[in-house]
């Protein structure tokens, strides 16, 4: 009789497992998890998706995770389309983008039309140069955009007046430019912003510090400044912004999951478990280490909370840089 319920708990994790707190053993939270990316492969939204599913699945929380990029409309395609298939079964990863798209009508939806599951990570912004950029710290990027801001094009993985745009025209701004001259070149994703700065098409770039801390350990760009209070400790050799000569520059970029509308509440809260528990496994850490991400964890109602301050404290900055 014991081996037959055995059996049969065994089965019903199977059955509802893909959405479920439902497993034999206790430990695995949800069965599978897919995630949808707004962006190409190489970005800060790919990385997040695929280093949260590794941790994850690594970490046996999770029993099988895939992925899926969906570029096109700023995200507005990926966010369209998980709105119209409500597929219950997808964790869509999203940003501060989301807001400022939504300010600037990129796309007509925001994120009151999902259901927010958590905001999980922090990534701060850093202007990067290649490696064999004359440029060694940013007062010289500063002092060449001041001379002529025409010959001074600044890349980023996101559309123009999105979340790269603003960080090199708070960089700017805070070190005594006229913000509204950047010369701002987007790329679809943040890995082909990089492949445009490598190959020289772009004087600097304004993108994640998880996007470039690896390359930069590697010796292939420089890394200028981080828009951070304090150095981070991942990379600690890279100046704040601050520091660096753009005074009071302090930005953080979140990161977390968005679900369908209409989520059942279970299924909501097996997502919220899964993530919230992974922060105590060795395996999140790993990863988090690996991109100089900062643990942060927002759910639910207070990631909602937390969002709407977002969209009143940004809204107010596009507007002063003249991006609203």
Not at 43 to 58: F, M
Not at 94 to 116: E, G, H
Request: charge should be negative; charged fraction near 20%.
């Amino acid at each position: 009789m014991l081996k037959m319920l055995k059996v049969a708990l065994a089965a019903s994790a199977v059955v509802f497992g893909a959405h479920t707190i439902a497993s034999a053993d206790g430990h695995q939270v949800v069965g599978e998890m897919k995630f949808l990316i707004p962006g190409g492969a190489g970005g800060g939204w790919d990385g997040t998706a695929r280093g949260t599913g590794e941790a994850l699945t690594k970490s046996g929380l999770v029993g099988a995770a895939s992925y899926e990029n969906m570029s096109g409309g700023g995200g507005g395609k990926a966010i369209a389309h998980i709105i119209e298939t409500k597929d219950q079964g997808t964790l869509m990863v999203n940003s501060t983008p989301i807001v400022i798209r939504s300010l600037t009508k990129v796309f007509p939806q925001s994120f009151r039309d999902l259901t927010p599951i958590a905001g999980t990570i922090g990534d701060y912004g850093a202007i990067v140069v290649g490696k064999n950029s004359d440029l060694s710290d940013l007062n010289g990027l500063v002092a060449a955009y001041k001379a002529d801001p025409t010959n001074v094009a600044v890349g980023g993985g996101s559309v123009a007046g999105g979340m790269d745009h603003l960080i090199a025209a708070l960089v700017m701004k805070n070190a005594g430019t006229d913000a509204t001259k950047v010369k701002y070149i987007p790329y679809d994703a943040g890995g082909k912003a990089m492949a445009g700065l490598l190959s020289g098409e772009i004087k600097a770039l304004a993108t994640g510090f998880g996007e470039a801390i690896e390359l930069a350990r590697q010796g292939e760009v420089k890394i200028l400044c981080v828009t951070s209070d304090k150095r981070v400790a991942a990379m600690d050799s890279v100046p704040t912004c601050d520091e660096a000569g753009s005074k009071g520059t302090s930005f953080v970029n979140w990161r977390g999951f968005f679900a369908a509308p209409g989520l059942p509440d279970d299924k909501k809260q097996a997502y919220i478990s899964a993530l919230k528990k992974m922060y105590d496994t060795p395996e999140w850490a790993t990863v988090r280490d690996r991109n100089g991400w900062v643990d942060i964890f927002n759910a639910d109602a207070d990631f909602v909370k937390f969002l709407e301050g977002q969209e009143e404290q940004i809204g107010g900055l596009m507007k002063e840089l003249g991006f609203l």
